[in-house]
């Protein structure tokens, strides 16, 4: 299992320096950022969205080379929408909310690894939250416009997130036999880099630094 879950955070963490990586060398660039926000911004989302239903609903039947293909196509294609946060917000402040998000998230993980309660009980819970979300921050992006209610929204989000975190690593336990131990690390690795980054970014919207 140890071996499961180093290979699980290896993942991990290449999918996050990939994103990054995308994500700051595009920032500073102004035709591609010109390009992206305003001719493939839409295209590009879609894609995100066909990669993760993809990697989600069909991990037993992908290979792994494809499962991998995939996961490092999502984090790459991630990054390019994440480029809009080197333009929002300072530097600084977006690597001190990157570590402060890391230390939250090895805490809940080895609390996930380690504790004897079942805590599967929570998954349909935070996922019907996280619909509420969803649909609760595209009604404040059309109808309420509140900044207030986005600052809630976000809080309420990163409770979900954080949930998810606990929820996943145990998951990951769960799932061990049914599915080949590398194509579990990857699928592992994408559920919390799912739950990293969107820590990170109601996080930065509640913390950050903007660049105004």
């Known amino acids: 299992m140890n071996n499961l879950f180093s290979k699980v955070f290896l993942w991990l963490a290449a999918g996050l320096f990939i994103s990054f990586g995308v994500a700051f060398y595009v920032s500073t660039n102004e035709n591609l950022v010109y390009n992206i926000f305003t001719k493939y911004y839409i295209w590009i989302i879609i894609l995100e969205l066909v990669l993760a239903f993809v990697l989600s609903l069909c991990i037993t039947k992908l290979s792994k080379a494809m499962t991998i293909v995939l996961y490092i196509g999502y984090s790459a294609v991630t990054g390019l929408?994440?480029?809009?946060?080197?333009?929002?917000?300072?530097?600084?402040?977006?690597?001190?909310?990157?570590l402060?998000?890391?230390?939250?998230?090895?805490?809940l993980s080895v609390y996930g690894y380690i504790t004897k309660k079942d805590v599967s009980k929570i998954g349909p819970i935070l996922f019907f939250g996280l619909i509420g979300i969803i649909i609760v921050t595209i009604l404040n992006i059309f109808v309420f416009?509140?900044?207030?209610?986005?600052?809630?929204?976000?809080?309420?989000?990163?409770?979900?997130?954080?949930?998810?975190?606990?929820?996943?690593?145990?998951?990951?336990?769960r799932r061990m036999y049914d599915i080949d131990d590398d194509?579990?690390?990857?699928?592992?690795a994408f559920q919390l880099y799912l739950d990293f980054v969107n820590i990170f970014l109601d996080l930065l919207r509640l913390f950050g630094e903007s660049n105004d």
Request: charged share 10%; glycine share 4%.
């Open 100 to 107: 402060v998000t890391s230390i939250i998230f090895a805490l």
């Open 145 to 173: 416009k509140s900044s207030s209610f986005d600052t809630w929204i976000s809080i309420i989000s990163i409770i979900i997130f954080l949930g998810f975190v606990v929820y996943d690593i145990n998951l990951i336990k």
């Open 183 to 188: 194509k579990l690390a990857v699928y592992g």
């Open 81 to 98: 929408t994440l480029s809009s946060v080197f333009l929002a917000y300072e530097l600084s402040s977006i690597i001190m909310i990157f």
